[in-house]
């Protein structure tokens, strides 16, 4: 039995994001002693990064606006692949939990009579995102931060401890989900970054809120945490992944210099007016309305400029279509050889707005461009093309629950869950989504382990396993007796990174064709054995070439899955692009597909690129409660639902 | 494109100790500090600490010092240095050293916890919240901050006088008192707080000299002396008998 630490609380939760933390905070409030956990400082993790804004339909900008629209511009984003209650919850709960938000400290810009001020989007009919700037994840991150610290004051006043029933662990990395012999949750094992020390917490119940997966593509505006840990944690402990080929391309990332290749540029530059021109000049994209949108855009440049004054009487201006679209957009007109000069196309507000508006609606894109590109948006155009964003697939969760399936006592929230965004999320929809389901994850795990007469006991192979494996890489030196590759040197954990990067972009990236994703397979497989030997220098403290070396892990199961599921699904929906298959098909309206490991009892050692560690399975969705589907026009419906759909 | 070969000067160790390490790295077009140290860590030393996340002047998790100024690694672009110029990258002086370039800042995690929270206003629900966009103005500007801490790094009370630190907040977490104390809606009158008065009774703010040194540093550019510290100085004391407000008003109107 390995020598670890151990800590007892009832609940965990990994991550400290958005969803983690109204989980956590949600648990805490429930009575249960909740512990986070979160690979960076307390207060850093990627939804500080969020720009644009949060999704809720107060109405405060549209008294027309209610959760009905709101519910239907989410279905229509996703394609209706959504996993619909959960769009209905998430519509319904995501004004409750901005307001709460406000009693808790948040400060929104403002509407003139003093209400939460929202702009427009992508993809929503009416002016629904609550905002500050272009640094919404900031505010939402640190009002939940400082949420934390109010909880942690009180049980101070009580106990004279902080940390009695609420404490953050900050720069830890969870690498293993631990279960009883029964099969429940027991715990979770970790490494701590600063000093390398392993140590493990029992819990009965834990709540995964990692985030993305974008550190397995080149262009990227993820951070260095989208490892895809999560998914890679609900994976190994026997939990199902969701419509994993659904990854978002944000149609606007910054394309020079190369160093920030990736970087977000948000979408409220043009929710505020900002338009888009290929190299000719010309506001290319009322050429690309898909005909399921044709009635909803504006046809003429004059149409789409009143409409920022008068919404009533004119239709949205087509640079304000789902990303999906936007991007795949960019993408044709760069091929098409109209791009800018760095291989992008020209985002322009400059010729829109007077100097001072654009500094004050946009301060934060106006400072990044002019510290990393020397561009001043208030006078030139900015180039931007499309950058990997988002994951659409997750964990495949309970709509009310946020309970994993089939690992009783595992629960998702947040960008790592599947199912809310279906194929293709909407800008301002992950802030809400963290919120909602966040505090649903909390206050189930919290039930769960309160109504568990005992606790789960750990198994301790497992534990004794988790140790091994987190320890590999420090003895990938010596040569491996036995296996072909037998007296190699150790691998370089960063270049085997970089090869994986440039693989997922190149082969399963926006556009997608099934020799590429073949391709793909073949070196994931490849990739997975040579990183058994990713070898690391140094020791334990604080040694980032070790950290890598165990993400490598996450990584490779995750875009094994996102290739696999990319290749079966022969049809392109939302996020998911396929040249060879460029319709969206109304027979797989209702297919999921799920992703498992393959053999969750042995290792993952398995090489066989047509095999491989991962296993597909395809599932019908349930049908669209009728209410729900009343609220759309017949019309409407007949574009995305089979005969059999729109009969019963 | 152009790129050339730069000498880098990186302080590595631990707590135990350590020093500078010379180190010769490619350098191209528009790259920042933080992508050298990502270079180095990719081609010559695998286990160089280095803390980062967005790489976009977000999170504040980048902190250091180049060249002895307390700056952001990802914010900070070669341009502004000659290409004959050596850069030196050493951690942040006022908090202890991990390894490399981390450094603990739990102080600040310890300050932050000070300060007593946001107290709602016992008559509002949810939802009831009304203010004017000019009332939260000033609020807004000091909840830029992402806790980077270049200014309770550079703020001379702390920088090398680690007995101060037990009883001074620094400027970050006296801003935030500032900015409850701004906040149209919070309720800590009514619920006997005076966050004035505590700022100087508590946290520490008599200890500033408003020298400025914090607002220059950071990367929000936030003013934090002149429209955090001295009002809340103003706040605290009878401005009669505190000759540092009197004098830093002098300097602000003058700076107009
Ligand atoms: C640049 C940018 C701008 C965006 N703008 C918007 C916007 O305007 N509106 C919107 O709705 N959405 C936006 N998004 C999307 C949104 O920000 C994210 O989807 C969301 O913040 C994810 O939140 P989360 O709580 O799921 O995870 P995160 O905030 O990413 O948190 C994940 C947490 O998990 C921890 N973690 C990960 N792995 C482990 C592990 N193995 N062990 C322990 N801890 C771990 C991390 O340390 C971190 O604390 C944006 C995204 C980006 C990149
Ligand atoms: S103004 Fe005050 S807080 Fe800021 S650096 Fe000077 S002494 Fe420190
Ligand atoms: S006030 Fe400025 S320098 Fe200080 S922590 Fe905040 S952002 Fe950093
Ligand atoms: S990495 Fe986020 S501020 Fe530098």
Redesign the interface.
């Known amino acids: 039995m390995t020598q670890v630490e151990r800590q007892r609380w009832d609940v965990v939760v990994v991550g400290a994001g958005g969803a983690g933390l109204r989980a956590a905070t949600e648990a805490r409030e429930q009575g249960a002693r909740t512990a986070v956990i979160c690979k960076?400082?307390?207060?850093?993790a990627?939804t500080?990064?969020a720009e644009g804004g949060i999704a809720a339909a107060?109405g405060n900008a549209n008294e027309h606006d209610g959760w009905e629209v709101h519910f239907r511009d989410t279905m229509r984003g996703g394609k209706f692949l959504n996993q619909w209650r959960m769009a209905e919850l998430h519509a319904q709960e995501a004004?409750?939990r901005v307001?709460?938000l406000?009693?808790?400290?948040a400060?929104f810009?403002?509407t003139a009579?003093?209400?939460i001020?929202q702009r427009n989007f992508g993809g929503h009919e009416y002016p629904r995102l609550a905002h500050?700037?272009d640094?919404t994840g900031?505010?939402l991150i640190?009002t939940l931060q400082?949420?934390i610290?109010?909880l942690?004051?009180e049980d101070?006043r009580e106990s004279g401890d902080?940390e009695a029933g609420l404490k953050v662990f900050q720069e830890c990395t969870v690498t293993r989900i631990v279960k009883d012999a029964a099969g429940r949750v027991a715990g979770v094992f970790c490494y701590e970054r600063?000093s390398g020390r392993f140590f493990v917490i029992e819990a009965s119940a834990v709540v995964i809120a990692t985030g993305g997966i974008g550190k397995s593509f080149k262009v990227t505006s993820n951070?260095?945490?989208y490892t895809g840990d999560g998914h890679a944690l609900a994976l190994l402990a026997g939990a199902p992944l969701l419509n994993m080929e659904f990854v978002q391309f944000h149609p606007t990332g910054m394309v020079?210099?190369?160093?920030?290749k990736g970087?977000?540029v948000t979408e409220s530059v043009r929710g505020d007016g900002g338009v888009l021109r290929n190299s000719e000049g010309k506001r290319f994209m009322f050429d690309y309305i898909p005909d399921v949108f044709k009635e909803k855009y504006a046809e003429s440049e004059a149409e789409g400029d009143r409409w920022y004054d008068d919404p009533e009487n004119n239709r949205r201006p087509p640079e304000l279509l789902p990303r999906d679209e936007v991007a795949r957009a960019i993408n044709a007109e760069v091929k098409a050889g109209r791009g800018s000069p760095h291989g992008g196309v020209f985002l322009d507000v400059s010729t829109r707005m007077p100097a001072e508006v654009i500094r004050r609606r946009l301060p934060?894109m106006y400072?990044?461009f002019k510290?990393?590109?020397d561009v001043d948006i208030t006078a030139e155009a900015m180039e931007v093309g499309p950058t990997c964003h988002y994951v659409m697939g997750g964990i495949a969760v309970d709509s009310d629950s946020a309970a994993a399936r089939g690992v009783p006592g595992l629960y998702a929230a947040g960008e790592v869950a599947g199912g809310m965004h279906g194929s293709n999320r909407l800008g301002g929809n992950s802030l809400s989504d963290l919120l909602v389901f966040g505090r649903r994850a909390g206050l189930h795990a919290a039930q769960y382990a309160a109504g568990l007469g005992e606790r789960p006991v750990l198994d301790e192979v497992q534990v004794d396993a988790a140790a091994a494996e987190a320890l590999r890489p420090f003895s990938a030196e010596g040569p491996t007796p036995g296996e072909a590759e037998e007296g190699r040197p150790p691998e370089?954990?960063?270049?085997l990174h970089?090869e994986l990067q440039q693989a997922m972009n190149d082969l399963v990236g926006i556009i997608r064709r099934e020799p590429e994703m073949e391709q793909a397979l073949k070196k994931l497989a490849d990739l997975r054995v040579r990183a058994r030997r990713a070898g690391?220098?140094?020791?334990r403290?604080?040694?980032?070439?070790?950290h890598l070396a165990l993400d490598l892990r996450n990584m490779l199961l995750v875009s094994e899955c996102i290739a696999r599921a990319a290749l079966e699904r022969t049809e392109s929906r939302g996020g998911h692009t396929r040249e060879d298959w460029p319709e969206m098909d109304r027979q797989w309206r209702h297919a999921n597909l799920l992703c498992r490991l393959a053999d969750p009892t042995g290792g993952l050692a398995a090489t066989d690129p047509v095999r491989g560690q991962i296993r597909l399975e395809r599932e019908e969705t349930e049908p669209i409660r009728p209410d729900l589907l009343a609220l759309f026009e017949k019309e409407e419906l007949v574009k995305y639902l089979s005969e059999e759909e729109l009969g019963s | 494109m152009s790129s050339y070969e730069a000498g880098f000067r990186v302080w590595r160790g631990d707590i135990e100790g350590g020093g500078l390490e010379d180190f010769k790295v490619e350098v191209n077009d528009g790259e920042v500090v933080l992508d050298i140290i990502h270079r180095l860590q990719a081609t010559q030393a695998p286990d160089l600490a280095v803390r980062w996340n967005c790489k976009a002047g977000k999170c504040g998790s980048c902190s250091a010092e180049i060249n002895g100024r307390p700056r952001l690694l990802c914010m900070t672009r070669m341009s502004v240095f000659s290409r004959e110029e050596t850069i030196t990258v050493t951690p942040l002086r006022a908090f202890p050293v991990i390894r490399d370039l981390v450094t603990d800042v739990g102080f600040n995690y310890t300050k932050a916890r000070e300060v007593p929270a946001f107290v709602p206003p016992r008559e509002l629900g949810p939802g009831e919240y009304r203010m004017t966009q000019a009332d939260v103005d000033r609020s807004q500007e000091f909840r830029k901050c992402i806790e980077c801490f270049l200014c309770q790094d550079t703020c001379h009370v702390v920088r090398d006088h680690e007995e101060n630190k037990a009883a001074f907040a620094g400027p970050r977490f006296l801003m935030r008192i500032a900015e409850l104390d701004m906040h149209p809606l919070d309720a800590a009158e009514a619920e006997g707080l005076d966050r004035g008065t505590t700022a100087q009774d508590e946290h520490g703010l008599g200890y500033c000299n408003i020298t400025k040194c914090c607002t220059e540093v950071c990367p929000e550019g936030i003013r934090i002396t002149d429209n955090a510290l001295i009002p809340l100085k103003e706040r605290a004391a009878d401005r009669k008998y505190d000759p540092l407000v009197w004098l830093g008003n002098t300097i602000r109107r003058r700076g107009r």
């Open positions: 960076s400082l307390f207060g850093k990627h500080v990064m107060m004004p409750d307001w709460e406000e009693t808790w400290g400060l810009d403002r009579d003093g209400r001020s500050v700037g640094r900031l505010e640190r400082q949420k610290v109010a942690q004051q101070f902080y600063e951070s260095w945490e020079w210099p190369p160093s920030v970087i977000l934060s400072h990044q510290e990393l590109a370089n954990p960063y270049t970089q690391v220098e140094g020791h403290q604080f040694n980032p070439g070790w």
